[in-house]
């Protein structure tokens, strides 16, 4: 295993207890790291909107996400398409601190995700399952996120995707030597790291939720079904007050296991973002990455 | 004689902290969320996070002055990365202060983007005579300290360990190595100072 690869499975230890908001501009950018997030993720549009308007989505203009990394003093992270090694390389070479390999932006490749291992920035990749999830981790991802279902502000897939893993690592650990062999022959995952997860009893890397979360409670729903941390897409910036709503799900992130806390910071939120029910929606992002 | 030590526990590598503190004899290990839990400890680690989020929470949830009040009344602490960049009385590129309770003026980030950070081993002969792995993660500097601080350690003319009284600061985290050395050390200072 690469130092580089260790350094940056760290960074992510990082930004555990934290939330990772999207950011469209430098102005929300700041409002994001004045509110407590602990990295932001630059885009030109949040999900709700790619949602909305359909067409390609693709990497930001470089020069977007050079005006936020000069915005703030947090890790910057941007999104490239699933599969698009040009796009991450780009990415790498404006030196922000992490790319997400994105389901949210319309795929450049429907057999191979990048090969991760040949960069030296850090990857985070989203997951609906463990198998998913050590594909991921075999090409190189230092950090897995749930997929949910981006976009929607409904958190229903990321608990679907977060109980899928937690559960199928627990009757993992619970398995013989044998029973390992064919579940990671199911799962599609290579064997030594089907091993590693049963003795680890988790995933090798920080794990954590994204996809639907819009309120504090779906933030400390995620962190009480175990996830690492956070991360919120539209559900702050197209919320209506975005900064009171930031700052209540940080706050929800750290104390999530305290109701009383959870109940005052969910006061007078304003109007949270519309929604969609996923099972009204036409293209489910979830469903890209193989 | 058992030794009770916190580790912040708002936001970043606390976990980490925990498992090298657990491996160490007679020591109970907290995790500090609010000011009652400041009672029962003699020593206190401020991990490693975002030292924007961490500073955020400390005074929205009422935990800045009680913590002031108890490094200022002695209590041992060690402050690693973000931790450093909580005490510090001063940041260079930031004008932010948290604690501000050490003599210490730092630079966030000084080494640059995640591309930037490394690993190495160093002997701080204050801790241990034997090299130790070190990790800086997007990681602090001091840039200057005052006359009651000693630097521990320098990396190209940069301090990235230093101690005033009680408190403690490194630039780097021995929390993500397998090396307990530090933690031993921290510990050994708490003994020595409860005594």
Partial sequence: MSTQYELNKNLAQMLKGGVIMDVTNAEQAKIAEEAGAVAVMALERVPADIRKQGGVARMSDPKLIKEIKKAVSIPVMAKCRIGHFVEAQILEALDIDYIDESEVLTPADDQYHIDKKSFKIPFVCGARDLGEALRRINEGASMIRTKGEAGTGDIIQAVRHMRTMTSQIRKLKAMTKEERILFSKELGAPLNLVEQVAELGKLPVVNFAAGGVATPA?????????????????????????????????????????????????????????????DEINISYEKRGW | MKINIGILGLQGAIIEHQKMLEKIKDVKV?????????????????????????????????????????IKNGMIVWGTCAGMILLAKKISNDSKVHLG???????????????????????????????????????????????????????????????????????????????????????KEIKRKIR
């Fill in chain 2, 101 to 187: 309770v050490m003599d210490i003026i730092v630079k966030r980030n000084a080494y640059g983007s995640q591309l930037n950070s490394f690993s190495t081993n160093i002997v701080i002969p204050e801790v241990s005579n034997k090299a130790i792995p070190v990790v800086f993660i997007r990681a602090p500097y001091i840039e200057k300290i005052g006359k009651n601080v000693e630097a521990l350690y320098k990396i190209n003319d940069k301090i990235v360990a230093a101690k005033q009284d009680n408190m403690i600061v490194t630039s780097f985290h021995p929390e993500l190595t397998n090396d307990i050395s530090f933690h031993k050390y921290f510990v």
């Fill in chain 1, 218 to 278: 779906d933030a400390a729903l995620m962190m009480q079904l175990g996830s690492d941390g956070v991360f919120v897409g539209s559900g702050i910036f197209k919320s209506k007050d975005p900064i009171k709503r930031a700052k209540a799900i940080v706050k929800a992130v750290t104390y999530f296991n305290d109701p009383k806390v959870l109940a005052e910071v969910s006061e007078d939120l304003g109007e949270a973002m519309v929604g969609i029910n996923c």
């Fill in chain 2, 30 to 70: 907290y995790i500090v969320k609010r000011k009652e839990d400041l009672d029962k400890i003699q020593g206190l680690i401020l991990p490693g996070g975002e030292s924007t989020t961490i500073g955020k929470l400390i005074k929205d949830f009422n935990l800045k002055d009680p913590l002031i009040d108890k």
